[in-house]
């Protein structure tokens, strides 16, 4: 099925016109927060302009990310003959299936470059997996090199950095068990390793399941905004970050910051930010050089999203990047827009709590006709949605942007677990759907459903069905439009109908096919 | 209408015939049973008089005359009716809906033409303006037709459609003045391809392609390669398109050429009459209301300040526009996203100027709006777009019979109510003074009864070029006077308050014993004031 991969991931060139532009409009928009005339209750005014000031900086980052800068884009190098770095190829293991291990095994001897060599890095002893033994059993069978760690600690990054004594490769490649290499991989990679000041090149991450559900789907078309448009301009920044998988790393440069960091949860991003201190540069290429599987459940998309939230808020408080020595301006700014990102959620709960605030206590925040909010709201939210679709390649969906607004939840309970110093293990998302009812991963958003539909009832009852009680309501209507798809992907509702009807009726049978 | 007779019938057919055939239904009640309004019986009042005469008071009273004169002829054939005059508008609204068909068809495919059509022939705005004895349905015509035209020249580099483009700009022209805004959109949308053309070719700065350029550009402009300047790709530009914008500028000033008698003769005239309502500056609730008007029409004041506060759900669509979508073709969708926003941005900020924002001057945005809204809905998942569809359309049939029904839509004017109510009450000893005074054709339309109707101010609207007087108490007082003399009873009908209405009734209140009062919908009053104790006349 190899024809239905993309042979890149989708992005646009944005016009620079059009980005400054977007900065025009910002400013006029954010302008009108700073009159004074607007400001209502003077708490929920503050509350929601530090979130306006959130937004604007983040948008600010983003067209700084995709701003086309032609110094970056260059044809990729081509490698001499005498450049010939020995590779380790390294399959993280941390209980997947024994079948997905072995395709990606097979896999890895498939890429073409004879100066490789393959090793397992078999955790499953310490994650008391009973089949550990098995693992290295289909090492043997398919005449690979097994590591199998007998202490515990780091998680992935432990697992890696005990290989790294083991082995001596110049060139270190990391995929995790379920993501099979493309035998063109380290053709396409190492030649920017010529550059000797190359620290690493990241791949995408391609899901070969994205079709399967609403949650491979939803969970696809977020990767493809942040490995398209994003990583690439992060790319011209000389920002991209290690992503855990599909990467080839520099043995020296991995080396020099102590290999991958174990005390973060996101050890691959902390790590991209320390290769980066020391001077190296990094490289992405939006080639799609490898395929994987992409969460089929909620709980899993959870699990994975809340360890990467908690992670990048982890680097934020503890190893803030404007802080940093060794990065550049760009480069700051780039992982701190990705730090901020998982700030997301607080925003967004401030955002969706306002209209409710407003219809059971009256309380506005701002003071102002809701048409002249609008005139300067509706060109900012234009050209910036827009410039996403741009950037994209026409690419992003509703559901990723449903998906990255819905998450406002667990990034909370990641903010939160920082916050209180709660500790968090490495879990690798599992590969196979979950069995089960996910649908308390969406309570908060049924349970804003219930408190908006409450205080809409309140709010008319209270104040009649006035131009400020439909704006508010509008405003609900609004998120909850963009909840819905991240609710719709929590729980199979046709189980819903399987329960209510007769199991004869064509639905129910339909639905059992 | 042979989408009715093919082989399978879809749910989205039946839809439409049941759409169409629910407006119709609607429509004719609508059309039987509405008052005649100030502007409908302005038109009437114009159009019975002779083919100059029309062409000079239309002239004053800053208009343009085409729609004046067919009415003259259509009510020549038919009979001066309201009915008959309103059936005129009816035929326009009726021939835009193919022309919309095929404009989207051309434009998007059948689905969307459909959708399109549908939503245009719903539209309680439209269909407002359908019945209504007014320039604008026919303003939505040309309007519609134009961008047919001009599409086609633009698809076709000017081979197809010049004939009819150049047709509708001269018939538009002189439907209405803010048709220059259509043919402005058309010149933005020539300058907007020849600019991107101009940058495709700059862009290409390097390799073989460029060479191919200044290559071309050099033969095509006899310079020497090497001397190939931005001057001349910008030339080069020009030769791509030369064929469209030489066409579209030849059928442009072609049509201002057969329209320039039209603006020495006004310009000749000098001052307007000024018989017109004053228009308020906009706000920017205004702007927002225009678009939320096409969809959903004229409501009461809290409905419609409801819809127009209902603009975040807009957002989504929004979201739904900028994200990827199944695929729709939609050709020019920048022509079409210019001619339905710029205008009304434009006209916005002139009305800070001058103030000429009214609603019902943009109704040509409508078409293309409708084309928009929906290519967007009909780019949505099928269930979702399947339930938006229903919905809009249930929600646009439910406000559609709100409007016709309900006595507090905001443009509803209940004169033939009053002038029933006046012929009803008054005998020719009584004198009715109507303020505002051009007012004075709607009531003069519908009363029946031998009372004298004067104005307050008193107008001279026989005499030429006789412009309606300011508003002035010692004046006032004299006009009343004079009614004290000859009359028993002054019947007052207050609407279109000018900013004098107050000092009238002030001054009648407390002058004179209120006799009567009555209100009639969206603020009409009449009232009625004893003049005289002792009647000097006795034919009652």
Redesign the interface.
């Known amino acids: 099925m190899k024809s239905l991969i993309p042979k890149k991931i989708f992005s646009g060139n944005v016009n620079k016109a059009l980005l400054v532009l977007n900065v025009i409009m910002a400013f006029v928009y954010i302008g009108w927060w700073f009159l004074p005339g607007h400001i209502g209750n003077p708490s929920l005014y503050a509350v929601l302009f530090i979130g306006e000031i959130y937004h604007l900086f983040m948008a600010i980052t983003f067209w700084m990310t995709i701003w086309p800068n032609n110094k970056r884009i260059r044809k990729a190098p081509i490698q001499p003959e005498t450049f010939y770095p020995s590779v380790d190829v390294y399959i993280t293991v941390a209980g997947e299936p024994l079948d997905i291990i072995r395709q990606t095994i097979n896999a890895a001897k498939n890429i073409d470059y004879k100066a490789k060599k393959i090793y397992v890095l078999n955790d499953n002893l310490v994650i008391k997996d009973d089949n550990w033994k098995d693992v290295e059993r289909l090492a043997k069978e398919l005449k690979v090199n097994c590591i199998t760690r007998t202490v515990a600690g780091g998680a992935k990054a432990g697992n890696i950095n005990h290989a790294l004594t083991k082995t001596k490769g110049e060139i270190v490649v990391i995929f995790d068990a379920d993501m099979k290499p493309y035998p063109e991989f380290l053709k396409r990679t190492l030649p920017y390793f010529v550059d000797r000041k190359v620290g690493f090149v990241q791949t995408p991450q391609y899901y070969t399941n994205h079709a399967t559900n609403e949650v491979s789907q939803g969970s696809w078309e977020q990767q493809s905004l942040f490995f398209g448009p994003i990583m690439q301009g992060k790319d011209r920044w000389n920002a991209a970050f290690i992503c855990g998988t599909n990467v080839a790393i520099r043995r020296t440069a991995l080396v020099e910051v102590g290999g991958m960091c174990e005390d973060n949860i996101a050890e691959d991003f902390l790590t991209s930010l320390s290769i980066h201190q020391n001077g190296w540069k990094s490289h992405y290429i939006r080639d799609v050089l490898s395929e994987g599987l992409a969460p089929e459940d909620m709980l899993s998309y959870y699990k994975q999203q809340l360890r990467w939230a908690r992670g990048s808020l982890e680097v934020l408080f503890g190893s803030n990047p404007l802080f940093k020595k060794g990065l550049s301006w760009g480069q700051k700014m780039q992982y701190l827009s990705s730090g901020l990102f998982y700030l997301n959620g607080i925003v967004v709960l401030i955002d969706i709590t306002m209209p409710i605030v407003f219809l059971f206590f009256g309380l506005e925040p701002v003071s102002t006709t809701t048409m002249t909010f609008a005139i300067f709201f509706i060109p900012f939210m234009f050209l910036n949605l827009y410039t996403l679709y741009i950037a994209s390649g026409k690419d992003v969906t509703f559901k990723a942007i449903s998906f990255s607004q819905s998450s406002w939840a667990l990034q909370l309970t990641a903010l939160f677990s920082v916050l209180m110093n709660q500790k968090m293990t490495f879990v690798v998302t599992p590969k196979q759907a979950q069995e089960g009812n996910f649908l308390f991963l969406a309570y908060p958003h049924l349970a804003y459903i219930f408190i908006a539909v409450l205080a809409t009832i309140v709010g008319i009852y209270n104040y009649g069905l006035n131009s400020s009680v439909s704006t508010n309501v509008a405003w609900i209507l609004f998120n909850i439009l963009l909840f819905i798809p991240f609710i719709n992907a929590s729980y199979k509702w046709n189980k819903l109908f399987d329960t209510f009807l007769p199991k004869k009726l064509p639905l129910a049978s339909q639905d059992n096919t | 209408m042979n989408f009715i007779f093919i082989k399978n019938i879809s749910i989205a057919h039946i839809l439409f015939v049941l759409g169409i055939s629910a407006i119709i239904a609607l429509s004719t009640f609508s059309l039987f049973f509405q008052s005649i309004r100030l502007d409908e019986s302005q038109s009437i009042w114009l159009s019975v008089k002779s083919f100059f005469e029309i062409l000079n008071l239309t002239a004053q009273d800053v208009h343009v005359p085409l729609y004046g004169v067919i009415l003259h002829y259509w009510m020549q054939l038919f009979g001066a009716d309201i009915f008959v005059a309103r059936s005129l508008s009816f035929l326009f609204y009726v021939a835009t809906i193919p022309a919309l068909y095929i404009l989207a068809r051309e434009t998007a495919n059948k689905q969307v033409a459909y959708v399109t059509t549908l939503f245009f022939a719903l539209s309680p705005f439209i269909l407002w303006y359908s019945f209504e004895a007014r320039t604008y349905s026919l303003l939505t015509l040309m309007a519609t037709l134009s961008h047919l035209f001009f599409m086609r020249m633009i698809r076709s580099n000017a081979e197809n459609g010049k004939a009819g483009f150049f047709l509708s700009l001269v018939v538009g022209l002189y439907t209405h003045y803010f048709f220059l805004l259509v043919v402005f959109m058309q010149a933005v949308y020539v300058a907007v391809l020849y600019i991107q053309r101009l940058l495709h070719d700059l862009k290409e700065t390097s390799g073989s392609k460029l060479q191919q350029i200044t290559r071309l550009a050099a033969l095509q402009t006899n310079t020497p390669e090497k001397k190939i300047s931005l001057f001349r790709y910008a030339k080069h530009a020009f030769v791509h398109h030369k064929k469209l914008i030489l066409s579209y500028a030849i059928a442009v000033a072609s049509a201002f050429v057969l329209f320039a008698p039209w603006l020495i003769y006004v310009v000749s005239l000098g001052s307007a009459s000024n018989t017109q309502p004053l228009v308020p500056a906009p ?3 205004n ?2 209301q225009t678009f939320v008007l096409f969809m959903f029409g004229f409501q009461n004041q ?1 409905i419609q ?2 819809l ?9 669509l ?8 199944r695929k729709l073709a939609f050709k020019n969708i920048e022509y079409f996203a210019l001619a339905t926003f710029l205008p009304v941005a434009l006209v916005f900020l002139v009305s800070y100027i001058k103030p000429v924002f009214l609603s019902r001057y943009l109704i040509f945005l409508a078409p293309t709006m409708f084309l928009l809204l929906s290519w967007t809905l009909l780019s949505f998942s099928k269930k979702i777009r399947y339930t938006a569809l229903i919905g809009y359309t249930a929600i646009s049939l439910s406000l559609l019979t709100i409007q016709i029904t309900s006595a507090q839509t905001t443009v509803k004017e209940d004169y033939r109510g009053v002038g029933a109510y006046l012929s009803s009450q008054t005998d020719p000893s009584d004198i009715i003074g109507v303020s505002a005074p051009f007012t004075v054709y709607p009531i003069e339309y519908s009363y029946t009864g031998n009372s004298r109707i004067d104005t307050i101010p008193q107008w001279n609207r026989f005499k030429e070029g006789q412009r309606i007087p300011a508003f002035s108490q010692t004046e006032l007082e004299k006009q009343v006077e004079n009614y004290q003399k000859q009359y028993d009873e002054l019947y007052v009908v207050l609407s279109y308050d000018q900013g004098y209405e107050d000092d009238i009734r002030t001054y009648l209140d407390s002058r004179f014993q209120l006799t009567s009062t009555k209100s009639f919908s969206n603020g009409i009053i009449v009232r009625s004031y004893k003049m005289n104790y002792n009647p000097k006349i006795s034919i009652k």
């Open positions: 706000s920017t609730f702007l927002i809290e300040s409801i127009v506060s209902l603009w975040p759900v807009s957002i989504i929004l979201f739904i526009v900028f994200t990827k979508r």
